[in-house]
């Protein structure tokens, strides 16, 4: 009898913390100002965002911002590359640094320039 109350109480417990899972998951979820850009940012977009925002982090969130805004109105319908964005910040006066390679297809493997001058 008192294992038939235990099981009884161990499986309301249960229920109450699935409820409580399902009614979180049916809340819409606030998308962040950064998650709305992302995911209009194509190419290397999120690797130029993050190299931005790891050099000017107040201005980065002040430019992610209203961009988002612009998504969110619908005034930027289309996809931003990672060059459009690192052409936006120099326009607007922050050099940021992306790292850089060459790499060319030899044979189905891609070697580095570098590597590829030094063979010769």
Known sequence: ???????????????REL???IAQAAEPKQNTPRDV???RLVDRGVEVLEAGERAYPKEMKMIVEK????????VITYYIS???????????????????????SDHGKLISLADKLKEK
């Open 1 to 15: 009898m008192e294992a038939d109350k235990d099981l009884e109480i161990i499986t309301a417990k249960k229920m």
């Open 19 to 21: 409820r409580k899972k």
């Open 37 to 39: 850009l992302v995911s």
């Open 67 to 74: 961009l988002a805004e612009l998504v969110q109105k619908g």
């Open 82 to 104: 990672g060059g459009e964005l690192l052409s936006l910040m120099r326009t607007l006066g922050l050099h940021v640094s992306v790292p850089t390679r060459i790499a060319i």
